[in-house]
């Protein structure tokens, strides 16, 4: 699922869409197994926490160098969260099936590759040139 045009050139945040994508992968694998209804929690949990991170950090970086499109990505993120907890909420409720599973972590896998290719992209380019000319 990962590749490498979803590079954005900034390694941390980089490095944090690997480990996403991984954690997707690892569902489709659990999914192959029959074991999609425990992973999917798991995977769940896994997002709930990682996100948080990723997002303040890409966040942090944007604030630090004064990028302008900060609130409309800010926005983007908290509605991905938003997905997540309706998600959890979903799987609280009741016993998850493959369908839901594989509901979850196509619309998981499009949004990120989305988000990534447009707006981390162009919020990257931003902050590339700025690290170059203004190193925190």
């Not at 309706?86 to 998850?96: D, K």
Request: proline share 2%; charged share 30%.
């Amino acid at each position: 699922m990962w590749t490498d045009d979803l590079t954005v050139g900034i390694d941390e945040i980089d490095n944090q869409h690997k480990a996403l994508f991984e954690q997707l992968e690892k569902l489709l694998d659990a999914c192959v197994a029959g074991r999609e209804r425990e992973e999917v929690v798991t995977m769940l949990c896994f997002l709930d926490q990682y996100v948080v991170a990723h997002f303040a950090a890409e966040e942090k970086l944007q604030q630090e160098y004064g990028y302008p499109g900060y609130e409309k990505h800010r926005a983007e993120h908290e509605e991905f969260m938003r997905r997540i907890n309706r998600f959890v909420e979903e799987v609280a409720a009741a016993a998850p099936s493959r369908d839901f599973v594989l509901r979850v972590n196509q619309t998981l896998i499009d949004w990120l590759t989305s988000h990534i290719l447009t707006v981390d992209r162009e919020m990257s380019e931003f902050l590339l040139k700025n690290m170059r000319c203004n190193p925190i």
